[in-house]
């Protein structure tokens, strides 16, 4: 599947610019954004219920930009799960078999092993507003699994679920897609489920792709602000780039102090840039830590928030007082008390530019 | 107390204006009378046997009300289901102008929508020049006064009974429903058969509920656009009470029209669950 240099306009108002994606076969992909980024409108180019402007979709090396959507055979899982409420589980999932020309024992020999996948055979003659969310949840991806797809969709499937479902149902799927090579495209606006779920992510903003990678390259090599910010929790520090060394930078703050930071390869000497440093790469102490080879910036302590499972340090630098950083510590050992000077061991810095 | 009042208000109300008069009105099916004397109570089913016992009045009165009241919600289902549908695609500015001028017919006296219908559908009228100046017909074919006039006239007040409620119940389906539908594979068509046109039952089921009712006991446009010859049970009922006097008789065309009627509905409604019921 891939998408080459999409566009869409709702009237006045340009939803999608230069979109150019790949999917590979039996890749999951994530498109992750914030609401209104244009990731749901790119979704819906590729299963055709919108035509881009500009650009082509090919779905299995065929353009398919002006094929109907009826014609296109890619599965769909609706955020509201779209079941239709006069027929049961198995017709909603045999009801995409029955327009093929198969004999109904195929039919029901398809539905009924894609209902097995789910786990939802037992609940077949059922009709969807009988069962709960996450049991419609699996009807909806049976139903769009069974006519073997040739790129599922996923449109923020989880979202209606409560917490505790979502995190099992994010499992669940996850080893789905490994069991049946699934290639599928998975939007959503939320970040660890786009982590956790994908083989690569793809990060959009107002319209715009932001940057393509593995979770690993977006959430430790974030291209900008934005992607830093939106996946995860970020601390930003200004500075210039004093040295390179391969994709070593060496980074001067403002407060004189400096900073080793992974670099991107457009990154020059003496350009004004970002250092993005995770909270969790933060380690808090009272005391100078011994034997460190990262760098160590000091500060004063100006908050504790306890998290229950980490607490949350906010501190600001040495001469920058109304900095506000913010790094993860655990409870056990005795917090540093507020106003207290403390030392920030810096385990990974990035650089990213503004 | 106020709950009271507001439950109990209305159900005086009907008891008093509705439930009474149509006891009234069964007492007085059930009575018999002689010219010029007041009728007497006698229990008797006569009234019933004369209209549902006499081949004549059974095919040119009860049998033509049905086959009206049927044939006209039939024809404007059929004409204002696509009209609905287009309606549920507009944007929602677009639609209230379309629902407006879908309720116009009803805007209009029925005295004066007849007579609009006599000039176009008279002998002379506009569609009879239209179709000899075509060569379509050499003699002006007779629609006025004929049970296609009424049928004309009985579907055209039909329509916005059948669009209105059709478009609510259309708008309201989820888009992603017929997304979904064509995702597995269906095109326009069955998306509409399989998926919008049984979710749009419970408006079709309203507005052709509401059309067979009124147009089973239409009065005005048979009286006005059929004359003598098509005589519906509301019209013949009329004759009966206020011409000949006889109001026993009157009463049982009255009783056994709403008997009638009820159980159409009935028969109906039990269909349409069975056939669209599942999972609601």
Same mark, same amino acid.
């Given at each position: 599947m891939e998408l080459v240099g999409c566009a869409k306009r709702f009237g006045e108002t340009s939803v999608l610019r230069d979109v150019s994606f790949g999917l590979r076969k039996g890749e999951s992909l994530s498109l992750l954004g914030p609401s209104g980024c244009g990731k749901t409108t790119t979704l819906r180019l590729i299963a055709g219920f919108l035509t881009p402007d500009a650009g082509d979709v090919f779905i299995r090396g065929g353009n398919v930009t002006h094929v109907p959507a009826h014609l296109r055979n890619v599965g769909m899982v609706f955020q509201n799960y779209a079941l239709w409420p006069h027929m049961t589980v198995f017709e909603n999932v045999a009801f995409g078999l029955r327009l %093929?020309?198969? &004999?109904?024992? =195929?039919?029901? =020999?398809r539905a009924t092993a894609a209902l097995t996948q789910v786990q939802l055979n037992r609940l077949r003659d059922r009709y969807p &507003?009988?069962?709960s969310g996450g049991e419609q949840q699996?009807?909806?991806? $049976? %139903? $769009?699994? $069974?006519i073997d797809p040739s790129v599922l969709l996923l449109d923020e499937p989880l979202s209606n679920l409560d917490r505790k479902l979502r995190e099992e149902m994010r499992v669940e799927l996850k080893a789905l897609q490994q069991d049946l090579k699934l290639t599928s495209l998975y939007v959503t606006h939320d970040q660890e489920e786009a982590l956790s779920m994908s083989d690569r992510i793809v990060v959009m903003n107002n319209g715009e792709i932001q940057q393509i990678g593995t979770p690993r390259d977006i959430y430790e090599r974030p291209v900008n602000k934005f992607v830093a910010g939106f996946v995860g929790h970020a601390n930003f520090l200004e500075g210039v780039v004093l040295s390179l060394n391969g994709d070593r930078a060496v980074v001067r703050l403002p407060s004189g102090q400096t900073l080793h930071a992974l670099g991107h390869g457009h990154v020059a000497a003496g350009s004004s840039v970002m250092a993005m440093i995770r909270p969790e790469r933060i380690r808090i102490t009272t005391a100078p830590p011994l034997r460190t080879a990262a760098d160590v910036l000091t500060g004063q302590l100006r908050q504790i928030v306890y998290e229950g499972a980490t607490l949350r340090y906010i501190f600001s630098l040495s001469g920058r007082p109304n900095e506000m950083l913010f790094a993860h510590g655990v409870p056990d050992q005795p917090p540093p008390g507020l106003g207290d000077d403390i030392y920030a061991e810096v385990l990974q810095a990035t650089v990213i530019l503004g | 107390m106020l709950y009271l009042i507001g439950l109990g208000l209305p159900i005086v109300f009907l008891l008093l204006f509705f439930l009474g008069p149509l006891g009234w009105m069964v007492l007085m099916s059930l009575s018999s009378q002689t010219a010029g004397q007041a009728p007497t109570l006698v229990f008797t089913l006569g009234n019933f046997v004369r209209l549902l016992g006499d081949p004549f009045y059974l095919k040119n009165t009860v049998w033509l009300t049905l086959k009206l009241a049927f044939t006209s919600t039939?024809? @404007?289902?059929?004409?204002?289901y696509p009209i609905a549908y287009f309606a549920s695609q507009l944007p929602s500015r677009w639609r209230g102008v379309l629902i407006t001028l879908a309720v116009v017919p009803l805007w209009v006296n029925v005295v004066v929508r007849t007579f609009g219908w006599a000039v176009v559908l008279m002998d002379s009228g506009l569609l009879n020049r239209a179709l000899m100046r075509l060569g379509l017909v050499d003699r002006p074919v007779r629609l006025m006064f004929t049970e296609t006039g009424v049928l004309i006239g009985l579907t055209q007040i039909a329509i916005p009974y059948i669009v209105v409620p059709l478009i609510g119940v259309l708008t309201a389906i989820d888009p992603a429903l017929q997304e979904a539908a064509q995702s597995v594979g269906a095109n326009r068509w069955r998306t509409f058969w399989k998926?919008?046109?049984?979710?749009? #039952?419970?408006?079709?089921? @309203?507005g052709t509920l509401i059309v067979f009712s009124l147009n089973?006991?239409?009065? @005005? #446009?048979p009286a006005m656009m059929g004359g003598e010859r098509v005589r519906m049970m509301g019209l013949m009922a009329f004759q009966q009470a206020a011409i000949l006097g006889n109001f026993p008789y009157a009463a049982a065309i009255g009783v056994s029209l709403f008997l009638l009627s009820i159980s159409t509905i009935l028969a109906y409604t039990g269909i349409l669950a069975r056939a669209f019921g599942g999972g609601r």
């Open positions: %093929r020309k198969l &004999t109904p024992r =195929t039919v029901e =020999t &507003t009988q069962l699996r009807v909806a991806l $049976a %139903r $769009a699994l $069974a | 039939a024809l @404007a289902l059929m004409m204002g998926v919008t046109f049984p979710l749009s #039952i419970p408006g079709v089921a @309203a089973a006991s239409a009065f @005005a #446009i």
